[in-house]
């Protein structure tokens, strides 16, 4: 999410977390063991996801996972949860590029002199970021105060191969305060949409369930299960046809296969239409902040 301070990006990733089912019974008792592993699990079984903000500040070792003893980081405490990581290219680069890997494969593999270890690490990365130092690049109602090289420079810390795993990316605007004051979503609202994600899940269980694929989501399926299970309408099959993909990496090609089913299921489609590719393409078409 990229927008000016205060619109309320880090609100969003903490509501985020509101509209996740609870862990199942195999994903609590992976959760729970890692964070015995790194010395927190003291209260029985976790059955809601984990939810984890690191600072800035976070270091390669407590944000990836090692040390002289080596312990879970962050992205294995936020297996089957959320990582979010508020003013992005405040982190330290090399542990921004650290990210890449486990982003990837789901695990994560820390390699000492006495032992090496691999840590589960499937998590939902989240982002946010102001779109300059001083936030308010291409913002109508405050003056941005940065010079054209400062706000280059602040967009080129998040590397391209990063920004390639990241599968939705947004703008952020800022809400009008006479809209604020209408009060927030109802509670029945946000209890509907939770049930929504936990069906669809539950749809997506089923179809790996089927073909004996054994992932839970969308998200961590590799290219051969993406062919086989993505199911494009005629007019999906045509819009990709027609779509100048030059610019798209076989990654970012995949990626958007993916979302686009994702989407389809939010639908409850048992195939992927042209409107739905449309809309996954919306979200990684991202021009300059």
Known sequence: MIGPPGVGKSFLAQALGGILPDLTINEAIEVTKI???????????????????????????????????????????SHRGILFLDELPEFQKNALEALRQPMESGMVHVARTKRSLLFPAKFTLIAAMNPCPCGYYGNSEHPCTCSAYEVIKYQKKISGPLLDRIDIQIKVGGVKIDELRKGGCPESVNLSI?????????????????QNIKIETNSEMGSRETEQLINLEADAEKFLENFEKGWLSPRSYYRILKVARTIADLDKKETVAAEHLAEAFSYRIREDV
């Open 35 to 77: 964070w015995s592993a790194a010395g927190l699990g003291s209260h029985g079984l976790i059955r809601r996801r984990p939810f984890r903000s690191p600072h800035q500040t976070t270091s390669v070792a407590a944000l990836i996972g090692g040390g002289q003893d080596p312990k879970p980081g962050e992205i294995s405490l």
């Open 194 to 210: 939770r049930e929504r994600v936990a069906s669809t899940r539950e749809t997506q269980r089923k179809r790996f369930d089927s």
